[in-house]
C-alpha cells in the first residue's frame, strides 16, 4: 500500500480530510495509468533484461556454478523476483515494500550462501542498466529510486568468511 | 533459461514481511498470524514479572524452569514453523538449502521479537553451532542481573535444534548484554559437551575462551 496515503489516513483520523490531503491522493490515483504503463513495460522486456544480466555475470564469474548447484538459473530466478518487487513497489509508490516483503530475507540467504557484496552490487547495478537501456527515460526515472534499493541492501551484506563466487 | 520452469516456486518473497504477518481481529480480540497460527502478544512487564515470580518461587532453579519451557516452547515452535513454511513455499522445509532455513529462521526470531539473530556454522565440524542475539528477549529489559538472563532463549534455541537435528541438543548462554557485551551469545551442541559451560561461564570464562576449549574437547 501506498505509505504516504496510509500515513494520511492514521493522521486524519477523528476529523475531515484536509485539502492538502485530498490533492495528495488524487494525484496519486491520477499517476496510476502511468505506473501501469511503466510496469506493463518492464514486464514485456523482462527476460531479456534478466538474461542480459546472467550473460554479463557468467562472464566476470566464471566459476560460480562450481560453488552452487543450478546457481546461474537461482540467480535468474532471485533477480526476476526482485526485479518484480521493485515494479511493485513502483506501483504502489512505496519505498520501505521491497526490503520488509523480500529484500531483508533475501540478504540473509545471500549472505549465507557465501555471497559477497561485491557480487550482488554488480548483479542488480547491472540490472538497473538493463532497465534503464531498454525502457523510456521516464520509465526509468519512476524506477530508479526501487531499484537503487535492490543495490543499496543487497550490495550491503557483510564479507562471506568464505567467498562462494 | 533452462531449467526454471522445473525448479520449485519456493520464491514468493519473505513469509514474515510485516504487512502480511499478522492480522487482528479486533471484534473477536484475536490476532493470527497469515498462516492462521493464534499469536499473542507478551509485553516486557510480563516478561519482568514472569520471571520475577519464577526466581521468588524456585530460588536458583528459576533459571531451570525457565530454560524447560524455553525447550518445551522452542520443539513446538519449530514442529509448527516447519508446516507454516512448507505450506508458504509448496517445499518441504527439509529439502530448503541451509541458506535459506537460516534466512526464514533469522525472520523468524526478528519478527517474534526474539531479537536478532546471527549463526556461525563455522565449528559445524568441531559439532558446534554458535548463535549471536542482538536486543535479545530479557538482556534488554533486565535492569540487574548476577549472571545469564537468557534461559528462555537458550531453551527456545535448544528446542528448535533438537526437533530440526533429530537429536536431543543443548544450548548454553556464554555472553549476555548486561555484561556490557553487543550481544547475548550461545553455543548448540550435544547435552555431554557443554556439561561445564555454565561453570567457565560463572568462573568469567569469555565467549571465545569457551568456544575454544569446547573445539578441544571432543563428544
Request: proline share 3%; net charge neutral; glycine share 8%.
Amino acid at each position: 500500500m501506498n505509505t504516504e496515503i496510509e500515513n494520511i489516513i492514521r493522521d486524519s483520523e477523528c476529523r475531515y480530510l484536509e485539502e492538502g490531503e485530498q490533492k495528495k491522493i488524487l494525484a496519486y490515483t491520477a499517476s496510476l495509468p502511468a505506473r501501469f504503463r511503466a510496469a506493463a513495460a518492464v514486464e514485456a522486456r523482462e527476460e531479456v533484461v534478466i538474461r542480459g544480466v546472467g550473460e554479463q555475470m557468467r562472464r566476470l564469474y566464471p566459476n560460480f556454478e562450481r560453488y552452487h548447484a543450478k546457481g546461474w538459473e537461482k540467480c535468474h530466478r532471485d533477480i526476476q523476483i526482485s526485479l518484480r518487487f521493485t515494479v511493485q513497489a513502483m506501483v504502489w509508490n512505496n519505498l520501505e515494500m521491497q526490503e520488509d516483503k523480500l529484500l531483508t530475507w533475501l540478504a540473509s540467504i545471500l549472505a549465507s550462501s557465501g555471497f559477497t557484496p561485491k557480487f550482488n552490487r554488480e548483479t542488480y547495478t547491472l540490472l538497473r542498466d538493463g532497465i534503464k537501456a531498454n525502457v523510456s527515460q521516464e520509465i526509468y526515472a519512476m524506477l530508479e529510486p526501487y531499484l537503487a534499493k535492490n543495490i543499496d541492501i543487497l550490495g550491503n551484506i557483510p564479507e562471506p568468511a568464505m567467498a562462494l563466487v | 533459461m533452462a531449467g526454471i520452469a522445473q525448479m520449485p516456486s519456493m520464491f514468493r518473497g519473505n513469509f514474515f514481511n510485516e504487512k502480511d504477518w499478522l492480522k487482528t481481529n479486533v471484534k473477536r480480540g484475536v490476532t493470527r498470524n497469515r498462516a492462521g497460527t493464534r499469536m499473542l502478544s507478551l509485553s516486557s512487564d510480563f516478561l519482568i514479572g514472569l520471571r520475577n515470580a519464577l526466581q521468588f518461587e524456585c530460588g536458583k532453579a528459576a533459571d531451570a524452569v525457565l530454560h524447560t519451557a524455553g525447550k518445551k516452547w522452542g520443539l513446538q515452535f519449530a514442529i509448527r514453523l516447519e508446516k507454516e513454511l512448507s505450506d508458504f513455499y509448496g517445499y518441504a522445509l527439509s529439502s530448503f538449502s541451509l541458506a535459506v532455513f537460516e534466512g526464514c529462521l533469522i525472520e523468524a526470531f526478528s519478527h517474534h521479537g526474539w531479537g536478532r539473530l546471527k549463526l556461525d556454522i563455522s565449528k559445524q565440524d568441531k559439532g558446534l553451532i554458535i548463535f549471536c542475539v542482538t536486543n535479545p528477549i530479557y538482556g534488554t529489559i533486565v535492569d540487574k542481573a548476577e549472571g545469564p538472563v537468557e534461559s528462555l532463549l537458550s531453551g527456545i534455541i535448544a528446542g528448535i535444534f533438537s526437533h530440526y537435528s533429530g537429536q536431543d541438543l543443548e544450548c548454553e548462554q556464554t555472553q549476555c548484554i548486561t555484561t556490557g557485551a553487543a550481544d547475548a551469545r550461545f553455543v548448540l551442541s550435544l547435552p555431554s559437551r557443554l556439561e561445564d559451560v555454565p561453570t567457565w561461564v560463572k568462573a568469567g570464562k569469555n565467549h571465545d575462551a569457551i568456544v575454544a576449549a569446547l573445539c578441544e574437547v571432543r563428544g
